[in-house]
């Protein structure tokens, strides 16, 4: 599975857009792009996923370049109960977690 | 949907004994179950994959015969960590997903057992 790189950590201010950016230069054809998040000491919570397209539910949209080798997650409207750790993964089926994005949303 | 339990959420053990945790998959039939553990600070690792009826697959470096995975059925998957160590103690979680391990497919995971070994 392709490795990702995300920044350690962001803030953003509540009710604001929170965009969480992700590299998976090496992501090949077959991998998908997953996130997650994880409130501590809880399971992760599926987000949303994508392979080629855009994609958008009712949590966030998901935003993949062209090329795939890179991805943005945004929450639209920031609220408390997004701070959590976001993870990107970029598999095709077993997922290696990364370290993460600390998101703090800030009132 | 997709709702996945683990039994106990958390367990206390005397060094040498062993545990037993559960995960189910409460609405849908999971034939790919996995297990991660996580160490404070630390991001998730991933022990082992296991499909419904076959033998799991365990990461390098995790033993085998130390970490028992049974996944009989399609709604249940069990962890057994046999004599186990204060270095044992970590947050296990698991995650199911209802395609076979060799297609991908969206995991949900569990809200994790605490474990702690004495």
């Known amino acids: 599975d392709a490795k990702t790189t995300q920044p350690p950590s962001m803030d953003c201010a509540e009710g604001r857009a929170a965009n969480l950016p992700c590299n998976h230069s090496?992501?090949?054809?077959?991998?998908?792009v997953y996130w997650y998040r994880q409130i501590h000491s809880q399971g992760p919570q599926y987000i949303i996923h994508?392979?080629?397209n855009n994609e958008t539910n009712e949590m966030a949209s998901l935003i993949i370049t062209e090329d795939r080798k890179s991805s943005t997650l945004i929450l639209p409207h920031a609220t408390l109960r997004d701070t959590a750790v976001y993870y990107c993964?970029?598999?095709?089926?077993?997922?290696?977690f990364g370290t993460g994005t600390s998101l703090t949303v800030i009132p | 949907g997709a709702v996945v339990s683990q039994h106990p959420s958390w367990v206390i053990c005397k060094s040498g004994t062993s545990v037993k945790i559960e995960c189910r998959s409460l609405d849908f039939q999971a034939t790919t179950m996995f297990w991660y553990r996580q160490f404070p600070k630390q991001s998730l690792m991933l022990m082992a994959t296991s499909n419904e009826g076959s033998k799991a697959t365990y990461e390098q470096g995790v033993e085998k015969d130390k970490f028992l995975i049974n996944h009989a059925s399609l709604t249940l998957s069990t962890l057994t960590v046999t004599s186990a160590h204060p270095e044992d103690s970590s947050f296990y979680i698991c995650?199911?997903?209802?395609?076979?391990?060799?297609?991908?497919?969206?995991?949900?995971f569990g809200p994790g057992t605490r474990l702690t070994v004495l």
């Open positions: 090496t992501i090949s054809g077959n991998e998908y």
């Open positions: 995650s199911a997903s209802a395609l076979a391990g060799i297609r991908t497919d969206t995991q949900y």
């Open positions: 993964i970029a598999a095709y089926n077993q997922f290696y």
């Open positions: 994508g392979l080629k």
